[in-house]
């Protein structure tokens, strides 16, 4: 599996970005995905993940902000993000097989995309 993000950008304080992960690969949709961030002097941390049959989990931060979903048909993964906050800055990376919140159990990583937000 290879892993393309893209939609981040700079948006102000309460506005939104959707990132999107393009997947190649026939086994995408066994998977469970997830979005991790970083940001500088931090370790990455886990925002959301779902499973393969869309059981989802989100950090205690982002919860009723950010919605995670999956479009197996086109090998996509979503990270919709809403009353977005200055915290919220970070390189967001996607990430497959995430069996934990530990990144240590991610086989694949996407290059990463930026969301800056500014307030």
């Known amino acids: 599996v290879q892993l393309v993000e893209s939609g981040g950008g700079l948006v102000q304080a309460g506005g939104s970005l959707r990132l999107s992960c393009a997947a190649s690969?026939?086994?995408?949709?066994?998977?469970?995905m997830g979005w991790y961030r970083q940001s500088p002097g931090k370790e990455r941390e886990l925002v959301a993940a779902?499973?393969?049959?869309?059981?989802?989990y989100y950090v205690e931060s982002v919860k009723g902000r950010f919605t995670i979903s999956r479009d197996n048909a086109k090998n996509t993964l979503y990270l919709q993000m809403n009353s977005l906050k200055p915290e919220d800055t970070a390189m967001y990376y996607c990430?497959?097989?995430?069996?934990?919140?530990?990144?240590?159990?991610?086989?694949?990583w996407g290059q990463g995309t930026l969301a800056t937000v500014s307030s």
């Open positions: 990430a497959a097989n995430v069996e934990n919140t530990d990144p240590k159990s991610v086989d694949t």
């Open positions: 779902i499973s393969s049959g869309g059981t989802t």
């Open positions: 690969g026939s086994i995408f949709s066994t998977k469970a």
